[in-house]
């Protein structure tokens, strides 16, 4: 089959009024929990996937999906209007976008920043139609000493892609990975690290980790801090954009497109990264760097154009390999895995109703997405004035029912304020919670490969370098290691996160 | 300051006793051989690997100069987490016996009086409209199989 005729047979599943209408509401709930701050994609995709056992799974990933990109576009609205990330990954689109909303350009920063991220999406989607079946069709043919170093490099890829400390993310992932062995482990049937408890017999879910490390803990982190919210103007004025502004914008949108699109690709990458990139990036090549963190336009269109362009081309790792690129995506995976669907690169083959059906609902909600954000925007900016004392208790409520019924069982929720608590202890030492539950997730799957391609040649470890495959994707993780060690580099890295 | 407290001085100790946890809870655990790896291969393996990170990461800092090793503790962290744990334990000891309604009311109220900027009033109206809405979202549209009324009354 052609990309025409897949298009036309996805086209077909994210019509049906039930697809329609849950893309619509993912769109609205991304949107949603994009401009409240502190609350993210990962806590609400963790909070929602218990909702969704009831779904179709194509209906169920269509509306997490949306939930995912739509934060995107909510969190630029935050960033221009307040001065706040509503999201992580619009910490940049403040920087110019609050200015140009003092300058009473709120409504131009605001169509700029939906425009730029309609384009990078579409984008980004058809990039995602076009690469992931020439991608699962290498795949296919992968066994278990590919995959072992094949996860190997996307967990190294998502330590050079942290912000923090080197040492402190590969740590994290260590510890993600540690935690992932609790549970009975599948090879000898033996219980690892349950103490007899039978809610642990199956491992803990990573919905509780999830819950706890990034809903909880970001709430222990929030409730103490004063709030100030500055909204710059309850009106947002006009929304149209001059012709000195298109002229400006549209190379940043282009490079921030492509850049984006890029990143999302690399595993640990997707939308926060990208957004930083871009603007540095932008900077660099402006004629007039001054004019940035003045209100120059340019730094709005390109990091929100990156950022909404790697939120979808990091669903490719996802899709075709069966490698989550980052948390959000992680979750996505567990979802399709709750509903018997083995993420990858078979996916496209045994279910092409559920991955066409998934993209061409991308295309579809960007578009619901700039209808909801621009004419709309009056109705977000009054969601702007709920202040955060009052969320807190709200998201409690969520998460706490949440997990309960993963299985029906308080003991998941003493165990979520666990993992609360361990998440508020790290923040205090600087590590990062998302390597940890890249590593939780990606852990049991490490393990297996590695011990199934470890009995399949008879213990003979030098098997992960002698076959091709498996030695070049090892290859690239040592040079990924190599590369982060150079001072020069770690000097570069150092400075765009500082931006 | 005293060295022991920098940041990562304490942050390394932190994964020297989560490593020496997983070591000595996985120590009943067979190792196995490379041809026959048992249960306990990877996590000890891994613990290790932990181990020596976490020895690198205090070492590192107890050398350093120091700058930048302050941890940030907020005023009244303490007390606000304990408040929100408080909120959460009383939602679970109470589900059984008062039901969905009572306990979530108990929750947003408790978890309510762990902001700086509280205000009882608002804080009632929330427990009253939030634990009313999502019973009728969870219980009754979702099934979530929860009591919705205290016990004694059904």
Redesign the interface.
């Known amino acids: 089959m052609n990309l025409f005729e897949n298009l036309a047979l996805g086209l077909g599943v994210a019509v049906t009024p039930e697809n329609l209408l849950y893309c619509l509401i993912g769109a609205v709930l991304g949107t949603l929990i994009g401009i409240l701050p502190g609350l993210g994609p990962v806590a609400t995709v963790a909070m929602l996937l218990p ?1 969704t056992y ?1 779904l179709d799974p194509t209906t169920a990933l269509i509306m997490l999906a949306g939930i995912y990109y739509g934060a995107q576009y909510g969190g630029s609205t935050t960033a221009i209007l307040v001065n706040l990330p509503g999201e992580a990954s619009s910490v940049v689109t403040a920087i110019d976008g609050y200015q140009m909303a003092r300058q009473g350009r709120a409504g131009q920063a605001l169509a700029i920043a939906a425009l730029g991220s309609l384009f990078a999406g579409i984008v980004g989607t058809l990039l995602l139609a076009a690469l992931a079946p020439t991608l699962a069709n290498v795949a296919i043919g992968f066994g278990a000493a590919e995959y072992f170093s094949l996860m190997v490099l996307g967990l190294l890829g998502a330590v050079v892609l942290a912000s923090g400390s080197v ?2 993310a ?2 994290m992932i ?2 993600g ?2 935690l992932g ?1 609790i549970g009975t ?1 599948i ?2 049937g ?1 219980e ?2 349950t ?1 007899g408890v039978i809610e642990l017999s199956d491992g803990i879910d990573f919905v509780v980790v999830a819950m706890g490390v990034f809903g ?1 803990t970001e ?2 982190r929030n ?5 100030t919210r500055d909204l710059v103007t309850a009106k947002v004025g006009g929304l149209f954009l001059s012709h000195d502004d298109v002229k400006a914008a549209t190379p940043a949108v282009l490079r921030g497109t492509g850049l984006g699109a890029l990143m999302g690709l690399l595993p640990g990458g997707g939308a926060l990264l990208s957004s930083f990139a871009a603007y540095t990036i932008e900077k660099r090549l402006s004629h007039h760097p001054e004019r940035f963190g003045k209100g120059a336009i340019e730094g709005v269109a390109g990091p929100e154009s990156a950022n909404n362009a790697a939120a979808q081309s990091s669903f490719v790792p996802m899709l075709t390999l069966g490698i989550p690129a980052n948390a959000t995506t992680a979750l996505l995976m567990g979802a399709m895995m709750i509903h018997n669907i083995q993420p990858g690169p078979q996916v496209m083959s045994s279910h092409p109703d559920l991955f066409w059906g998934l993209i061409v609902s991308m295309l579809i909600g960007n578009v619901m997405l700039v209808i909801l954000n621009l004419p709309m925007i009056g109705v977000w900016v009054k969601l702007l004035k709920i ?4 969320l ?3 998201i ?3 998460i ?2 949440g997990v ?2 993963i299985q ?1 069982s ?1 003991f998941l ?2 165990l979520m ?1 666990g993992f609360g ?1 361990l998440g ?2 790290l923040s ?4 990062e919670p998302a390597p940890l539950l890249l590593g939780f997730i990606l852990g049991p799957m490490v ?1 297996d490969n ?2 199934r391609a ?2 399949i040649s ?4 030098t098997t992960f370098f002698t076959r091709p495959v498996s030695a070049t994707l090892l290859g690239l993780a040592a040079l990924l290691l190599l590369v982060l060690v150079l001072p020069q580099v770690r000097q570069t890295r150092e400075e765009a996160f500082r931006e | 300051m005293n060295r022991f407290v920098r940041k990562d001085a304490l942050a390394g100790l932190f994964l020297m006793l989560s490593a020496g946890f997983f070591l000595l809870a996985g120590r009943g655990l067979a190792f196995g051989t490379f041809d026959m790896m048992g249960p306990g291969f990877v996590p000890v393996t891994l613990a290790l690997a932990l181990l020596a990170l976490g020895f690198v990461l205090m070492v590192g800092a107890l050398a350093g100069d120091g700058t930048g090793q302050r941890i940030d503790l907020p005023p009244g962290v303490f007390r606000a987490i304990a408040v929100i744990f408080a909120a959460i334990l009383a939602f679970v000891l109470l589900l059984h016996p008062a039901g969905y309604v009572v306990s979530v009311a108990v929750m947003i109220i408790v978890a309510g009086l762990a902001s700086t900027e509280r205000r009882l009033g608002e804080i009632l109206i929330a427990a009253l409209l939030l634990s009313g809405i999502t019973a009728v979202v969870f219980i009754e549209l979702l099934g979530v199989p929860m009591p919705l009324w205290p016990a004694v009354l059904q």
């Open positions: 909702v009831a040492l402190k590969v740590a260590l510890f990975l540690l062995c482990d090879n000898s033996a690892r690290y103490f909880l709430i222990l409730v103490i801090r004063p709030e202040p955060y004392r009052l807190y208790p709200a409690l409520v969520f706490t029912v309960f019924s029906n308080t929720i003493l304020l608590l508020y202890l205090l030492f600087d590590f393990e590695f011990r470890m009995l008879a213990g003979d470890w």
